[in-house]
């Protein structure tokens, strides 16, 4: 807009002159390609509404909200017209607030002449959950003019057009931040006929099939090249590090570049700028970066560095931003990284450094300090508290004690101390940090007074945790946080509801667990964010009464848990169209479940377990629902199953234990092929199993407990050869997780080792069998042996005859097998003795005889294994065998067993279990988490990085289909 006034003047006076003669048209009957630029700009800027939320930069605002049409558009905003011709030549609508899609017939595309293009951040998608994925649109290429192009982050992912390519002049091109995808045909174009470009920036976009060696035929102008999160392969070797005039160079977040061949004498003179990732960049390239005189910027997270932070005589002192995070760098703090006084940004996070801060340093003047996820320690020294312009301190996840200074200046904006050992109170300084967004203090051993003193003036603050402290609230004082998102007070001893969060209207998160918040939940609490509140956590309180009534418009989250809410759930709770974790459980909830609550498409776990719920469980699941887990055991509920079930195809969990249910064996769920744990235990379930009527029933089952029903007949043996994820999983290639997802863990109640234990969260590779306290029948199945990941077998209180199978020695996984009080004869077989996990046996009152077998782990059962028998004999029993003629055990079935496998079409192999056992046995039990106590939080801490993930919820985060 550098119209000098004159001439401006001038120009005007010709458009009005010429506008009475040429109306804008208002409609766009006229043919499109004929479109006046003025005309074009109007409708393009209104084929979007405006909404803060589409973009992200604090300087947004919506530069099309000012745009008139009285006015010629060389004097709107953003618009940028030819001095001379005055054709249209820039447009910069960046940070613009602009929703809506942009199609292909857009009177954008009608601007012939642009020479600059930004539309970054902006949300160019039709909904905020998800970007549009329809790609750029091809008409892009239509800008021929085009030297710069920016759309960075507006909102639309998918393919990079080959059209893009066509713009052949552009001189700077950033299409990053946009999850976008180069396929090599396009990337070939580009790299071909863009021969002007200085500066490619593609952060974020999928080039997993670019290969790296091409990058050297990029432009030889190309001064900037950002390719961070490109998902990168290969091996990087010096000439692409040094194109001719690359001064800016980021490759930071490829994990998967290699530098094995780097040589330690390059030098790229002009290079200024780098970042990089990777593996297996050797030590001598490390100390090698000290040749690149020029350098400004270095970048080195996650390259699995180990060993000291290498001095670096040649650029040190030069350098503004060092980050060598994520690495495995170990022992002291270099104190020569302490005074330098051009360095702005200092990030050592996550390394294993040790020792304390130095006390005194010189000259620092930091903006941003990560020490975060070491293993430092001593005081925080008091040149932490006086940089007069640092704006980020990151030091949680270390070992500092003492207390937290007084800050000097006011510049701090996100102050992270959580984790560490610091006790004493909040600073009073803290109230004066006008520009504090996050304080994160959690899990420390301070004292601390939520009260006006503190908040008055912390009107940005929008991440507060102070959780896992000892914190006081003064509810007499009037205070507001109005940009608050996210609080976490779990485990804080606090007794009552904050009431300053009467006054959020912008809360997404809020974490009150874990408390001793007694009584009703106030009515206002229904009105605290009212269009924002994404998860709410108020599980291990002493909460009473009805249900509260909040405003479930935006909730996706509730966990309710272990309170004594009375009453019934009620059908508001259907508003909540967005609910996807419902966890009620442990109150004192009755009635009947709400139909509506199962049939939300959006719902993922209902978890109402343990309360008093009754009638029938409702059916209407719908088709195409996403429900992962559903729980309600322990409640009243009764009838038969409802077959609409069957429509939960993504159920990983189904625990209907302990209730009143009744109906045949719910065959039909074996086509559920996501299936992995079926607790329908103490029921009134009846009848024979049978045969199975679905094709390969049950295929993911690691977990099922059918006991306490009044299930005959035989064993159902047909099911047995499709328990698959029984079978042959090793556990050394089975990446070890906890089912469920990040915000919600899955627990249950099942019997481990011969007592029922709550496990807080389920590993994986926990698998378990448990049909005890029917009335099955008749022999038990050869076939068991062929279940070989089984840990737990329980077939107790049954009416079993005949031998135990030999092939119960495949099991090598065993850690319990309770075949008590059934009436199995014979011996017992001397293969057992191989169990080397087995640590609960319990074979008591059965009809077996002969020699008890030894081996390590027989040595350590007592009698109770064997008690009520017709003639055991042999340790521990007192009754020695000389008289009794072992027999020879039967042949084993193996054989037998490996025919049938062929004949049911899927074959297995016997695998050898070749891993070591202590570290097995190690992890299974090291990862069951009991409940001691008080209940804990299922829920991890919300981490900080979580919390910047939150604060992009409303563009970014929910992406149904990431998460399957
Ligand atoms: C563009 O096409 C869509 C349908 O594809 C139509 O609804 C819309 O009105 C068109 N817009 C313009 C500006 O012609
Ligand atoms: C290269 O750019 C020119 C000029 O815009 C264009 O005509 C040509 O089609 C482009 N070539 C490729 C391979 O895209
Ligand atoms: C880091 O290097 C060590 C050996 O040098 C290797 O065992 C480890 O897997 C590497 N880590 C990553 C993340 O590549
Ligand atoms: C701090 O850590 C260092 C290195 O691990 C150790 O030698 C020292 O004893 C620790 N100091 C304190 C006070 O714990």
């Known amino acids: 807009m550098g119209l000098s006034t004159w001439k401006y003047q001038l120009f005007f006076l010709f458009c009005l ?124 290429g239509n800008f021929k003019s085009l030297t710069h192009l920016n759309l960075s982050d507006f909102g639309i992912s998918g393919q990079i057009p080959f059209e893009i390519s066509q713009l052949s002049s552009l001189v700077s091109l950033d299409l990053s931040k946009n999850g976008l995808l180069i396929k090599a045909p396009v990337w070939k174009r580009v790299i071909g006929n863009l021969t002007q470009l200085r500066e490619l920036i593609l952060d974020r976009t999928n080039m997993s099939s670019i290969r790296l060696h091409s990058l050297m035929n990029l432009s030889s102008s190309l001064t900037t090249l950002s390719l961070r999160k490109c998902d990168l392969r290969g091996k990087l070797e010096n000439n692409i590090l040094c194109l001719p005039s690359i001064q800016t160079l980021d490759l930071t977040g490829n994990w998967d570049l290699e530098g094995s061949l780097l040589k330690s004498n390059w030098s790229c003179s002009s290079l200024n700028f780098l970042g990089l990732s990777g593996r297996m960049f050797s030590r001598e390239f490390l100390n090698s970066i000290d040749n690149l005189k020029s350098l400004k910027h270095l970048a080195l997270p996650g390259c699995n560095f180990t060993g000291s932070i290498p001095a670096w005589p040649g650029i040190l002192t030069k350098l503004t931003y060092l980050d060598l995070s994520n690495n495995s760098f170990s022992g002291l703090l270099p104190s020569s990284l302490f005074n330098l006084p051009n360095l702005s940004t200092l990030n050592l996070g996550s390394n294993q450094l040790v020792g304390p801060l130095p006390s005194h340093v010189s000259g620092l003047n930091l903006v941003d300090l990560y020490l975060s996820s070491n293993f430092l320690n001593g005081t925080l020294p008091s040149w932490l508290f006086s940089m007069p312009s640092l704006e980020t301190l990151y030091l949680h996840r270390n070992r500092f004690v003492g207390e937290i200074g007084e800050f000097k200046y006011n510049s701090l904006q996100e102050l992270a101390l959580g984790y560490n050992k610091l006790h004493g109170s909040i600073p009073r300084s803290v109230s004066r940090l006008v520009n504090l967004t996050i304080l994160y203090l959690s899990s420390n051993n301070l004292s601390i007074m939520l009260g006006s003193e503190m908040f008055s003036k912390l009107e940005n603050l929008e991440y507060l945790d102070f959780s896992n402290n000892s914190v006081s609230i003064n509810n007499n004082a009037a205070y507001a946080l109005p940009n608050l998102q996210q609080l976490n007070l779990s485990s804080s001893n606090i007794s009552e509801f904050p009431i300053f969060l009467r006054r959020t209207t912008k809360l997404v998160y809020l974490d009150l667990s874990n408390n001793q918040i007694y009584g009703r939940v106030p009515k206002w609490l229904g009105d605290v964010g009212m269009n924002s509140l994404y998860y709410v956590n108020l599980r291990g309180n002493l909460l009473q009464g009805p249900f509260p009534t909040l405003n479930f418009s935006s909730t996706r989250v509730i966990f309710f848990s272990n309170n004594n809410l009375t009453g019934e759930i009620p059908s508001l709770i259907c508003d909540a169209i967005h609910l996807e974790v419902v966890d009620l459980s442990h109150n004192n909830l009755s009635g009947m479940i709400p139909k509506c609550l199962v049939n939300s498409t959006a719902l993922s776990v209902l978890d109402l377990r343990m309360n008093s719920l009754h009638g029938t469980i409702p059916a209407t699941f719908a088709k195409g629902n996403n429900i992962r887990s559903i729980n309600l055991n322990g409640n009243q509920l009764e009838g038969p199953l409802p077959r609409s079930l069957a429509n939960c195809t993504y159920l990983e969990v189904l625990d209907l234990g302990n209730n009143k249910i009744n109906g045949a064996f719910p065959y039909w769920l074996g086509s559920l092929r996501k299936l992995q744990v079926l607790v329908i235990r103490s029921n009134r379930f009846q009848g024979c199993i049978g045969n199975p009527k679905t094709k390969f029933p049950f295929l993911n089952l690691r977990i099922i407990d059918i006991s306490n ?30 089912m469920g997802e990040n915000y919600y863990q899955d627990s249950l109640n099942i019997m481990i080792k011969g007592q029922y234990i709550e496990m807080e969260k389920v590993l994986n590779i926990l698998t378990s069998i448990d049909f005890s306290n029917n009335s099955f029948r008749g022999d038990m199945p050869k076939i068991i042996g062929r279940l070989k990941s089984l840990k737990g077998l329980n077939f107790s ?163 149904r289909d990431g998460r399957r």
């Not at 005949?802 to 495949?810: A, D, E, L, R, V």
């Not at 309770?818 to 059965?846: M, Y």
């Open 17 to 140: 002159i010429l506008h009475s003669q040429l109306p804008f048209p208002s409609s766009l009957s006229s043919p499109l390609s004929s479109m006046p630029p003025c005309s074009a700009l109007l409708h393009f800027s209104k084929s979007f509404s405006l909404n803060k939320s589409a973009s992200l930069s604090l300087a947004s605002y919506p530069k099309t909200a000012s745009w008139r049409e009285d006015k010629h558009c060389c004097t709107w905003d953003g618009i940028e017209c030819d001095k001379n011709t005055s054709l249209v030549v820039g447009l910069d609508l960046s940070s613009s607030w602009l929703f809506g899609n942009i199609l292909s017939n857009s009177t954008l595309f009608f601007l012939p002449n642009l020479r600059r293009l930004n539309l970054a951040d902006n949300w160019f998608s039709d909904n905020w959950f998800s970007r549009s994925d329809s790609g750029i649109p091809s008409e892009f």
């Open 797 to 959: 209180h049954n009416n079993l005859v005949g031998h135990i199978p030999p092939s119960i020695g495949n099991l090598t996984n065993l850690e319990w097998l309770d075949l008590s009080f059934n009436k199995l004869d014979g011996e017992i077989p001397s293969q057992l003795a191989d169990l080397t996990w087995l640590a609960v046996l319990k074979l008591s009152h059965n009809q077996l005889t002969g020699h008890i077998p030894s081996g390590t782990q027989f040595n350590t059962f007592n009698n109770d294994s064997y008690t009520e028998n017709l003639g055991l004999c042999g340790f521990p029993l007192s009754r020695t065998c000389e008289n009794h003629k072992a027999k020879q055990p039967p042949p084993s079935t193996l054989q037998q067993d490996e025919n049938l496998e062929h004949e049911n079409g899927f074959g297995w192999q016997a695998v050898s279990i070749g891993y070591a056992c202590g570290t097995i046995f190690g992890m299974l039990m090291g990862y069951l988490i009991f409940k001691i106590g008080k209940p804990k939080c299922l829920v991890r801490m919300v981490k900080l990085e979580q919390h910047i993930m939150l604060r992009r919820l409303k563009k970014n985060a929910y992406r």
């Open 709 to 738: 029903n009044q299930f005959n007949g035989p064993l159902p043996i047909k099911y047995f050869e499709y328990f698959k994820a029984m079978m042959n999983v090793n556990e050394s290639e089975v990446a070890l997780k906890y």
